[in-house]
């Protein structure tokens, strides 16, 4: 006779616990399979139609500006690698370009998905803890600290490449330049600007205080919490470009928001006209065989123009009612006559 303790650990008999519950399995037979393909199919295929025609119909205005060949109005500024050159491009918009205009600019060949690239901050630097200004993380290296072993604030390779070409677009009117202001409020992400990232709180009413004892990233021209002059607010890790730079590009080509083209005179879009961008050119691409541009676009309902996702609507949808007939032709010469005809 066998013990309690043998019978410890096994299972109530219950229909859960023996898996005696009732359950539905569908069966599939022709049709239901066959109307079933057909319906999703046509479906797909009305959506990939809507998808494609929305996109085809989005405006886009690609500037290319890295400079190597002569012709190039930026020649000069590549050729010379000197910061703060200062090169224009022209363009001309033959009918109005219907706004909201996002403007953007791009990079290619540049792998900020690289995991050493990736790893290469302080997140606690970045939420505003100053106890980690002085001692870095040593993920940042080897922009932890400089040659004389003061701490980089923010450090790492990420903010240290941060992108720093700048740009004024003007509209040629009556042979005078008018310019088209750029909005650069709004444009990072809500959860960058409230969750991830936070200012150091300021030391005695001075948020410049609270970078003592710390120095400005390499490439930087000006320590974090003088970014932008013109709007304290946008100083320090919140900067709205600091914040869209850091978020970063899952692919080697990429483009990411610069400004906004919205209000006043430009509220419906940028008229037709000629156009001047000016371009301070300090960013540099040719070491690693990268090349840069700008992008104008405006976006749809379906967002900014992508003609894969309407194409791949359509070649599943197609997919599908191929399928579906397939199957009702193996159906209508394979099928078996009803077993209540015997």
């Known amino acids: 006779m066998k013990s309690e303790g043998e019978f410890a650990n096994r299972p109530d008999n219950t229909a859960f616990t023996q898996q005696r519950l009732p359950a539905w399995q569908p069966m599939l ?3 239901i399979v066959i109307p079933l393909f057909t319906l999703i199919g046509l479906a797909f295929i009305g959506i990939g139609v809507a998808l494609f025609i929305t996109s085809q119909n989005i405006k886009v205005q690609e500037l290319e500006y890295t400079g190597t060949a002569t012709s190039s109005p930026c020649f000069q500024c590549s050729a010379l690698s000197t910061q703060n050159c200062t090169c224009e491009l022209s363009f001309y918009l033959s009918e109005l370009f219907e706004g909201p205009v996002f403007f953007y600019y791009g990079l290619t060949n540049y792998y900020q998905n690289y995991r050493q690239y990736g790893v290469s901050k302080d ?3 970045l939420s505003g803890d100053t106890k980690y200004f002085l001692d870095p993380q040593s993920y940042c290296s080897p922009y932890r600290n400089n040659s004389n072993g003061t701490p980089i604030v923010p450090c790492g ?3 240290n490449s941060m992108f720093n070409d700048t740009f004024r677009l003007y509209l040629l009117v009556n042979g005078s330049r008018k310019q088209v202001p750029f909005d650069g409020k709004g444009i990072a992400w809500w959860s960058d600007y409230n969750i991830k990232y936070r200012n150091p709180s300021p030391v005695n009413g001075s948020f410049a205080a609270a970078f003592d004892g710390t ?9 974090a919490y003088e970014l932008d002059p013109t709007d304290q607010a946008n100083n320090g890790f919140l900067n709205q470009d600091f914040l869209v730079w850091m978020r970063r590009a899952a692919l080697p080509n990429f483009r990411k928001l610069y400004g906004r083209i919205t209000g006043g ?3 419906q879009g940028l008229p037709a006209g000629n156009y001047t961008l000016q371009i301070s050119y300090n960013y540099p691409v040719l070491s690693f065989g990268g090349t840069k541009k700008v992008v ?3 976006v749809s309902w379906m967002g900014g123009k992508n003609q894969f996702l309407g194409i791949a609507y359509l070649v599943i949808g197609s997919l599908c009612v191929v399928m579906a007939i397939v199957m009702l032709i193996i159906y209508a010469k394979y099928k078996f006559p009803d077993d209540d005809d015997a």
């Open 265 to 267: 005179d430009y509220s």
């Open 123 to 125: 997140d606690y630097q």
């Open 215 to 223: 120095v400005k990233p390499l490439n930087w021209w000006k320590p």
């Open 157 to 159: 390779s990420i903010a």
């Open 29 to 31: 037979s022709a049709g």
């Open 296 to 298: 104008f676009s405006n």
